[in-house]
């Protein structure tokens, strides 16, 4: 379950993670994940977030941000689809 606040994303998958269990801060242009650092570059405020295989992550599962320029990235590996 994906929760987006005003400072930060929870719920998200990340590099450093098995799952979708990491928490991204919010930052000006990015979003950083809290744990290993990782930043996806970016145009904060995500408006959404939703969950998909990426095929730049091997075909594994991953959660897509929308951000406010309406560009979808790939919160595992940065890249935009
Ligand atoms: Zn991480
Ligand atoms: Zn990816």
Do not use: Q
Not at 59 to 77: A, L, V
Request: proline share 4%; with cysteine.
């Amino acid at each position: 379950m994906v929760e987006i606040y005003n400072d930060r994303i929870e719920g998200l998958y990340c590099k450093c993670t098995k799952g979708d269990v990491a928490i991204f801060e919010i930052l000006k242009d990015c979003i950083r994940c809290i744990y290993c650092k990782n930043e996806i570059k970016c145009k904060p405020p995500i408006e959404f977030v939703w969950k998909e295989k990426c095929p730049h992550c091997e075909g594994k599962m991953s959660t897509f941000i929308i951000d406010s320029s309406g560009i979808k990235i790939c919160s595992r590996c940065g890249l935009s689809k």
